[in-house]
């Protein structure tokens, strides 16, 4: 199974818990990630200070935060294939804190 390799290029914060990614294949994704902001990595980012505090790792060529939350390249490009199951997680995540 062969897993293509993305980098992003560059970021907008567009609205609360929405960026604008571009990546190096020349495509664009809008991505909302506030139903996914469950569990222990991607739990603080609900805090929407926090959650603009995301840097494109230079290195790296994803999007992190100051706790370590990032995403592959891959997922980001290809959003709609892992939303979600992403979403299940965030609710499985957030009901076992209950």
């Known amino acids: 199974m062969s897993h ?4 992003i290029k560059s970021f907008e914060i567009i609205g609360p818990y929405t960026l604008r990614i571009e990546f190096n294949d020349s495509t664009y994704k809008i991505i909302n990630f506030e139903s996914i902001l469950e569990g222990e990595l991607y739990g603080p980012l609900k805090e929407l200070a926090f959650f603009n505090k995301v840097k494109l790792d230079l290195e790296i060529k994803t999007l992190v ?4 939350a990032d995403f592959d390249p891959e997922t980001l490009r290809n959003w709609a294939k892992y939303e979600s199951i992403l979403q299940k997680r965030a609710k499985q995540w957030a009901e076992s804190t209950i």
């Open 4 to 7: 293509k390799i993305y980098r």
């Open 65 to 68: 935060w100051p706790n370590g």
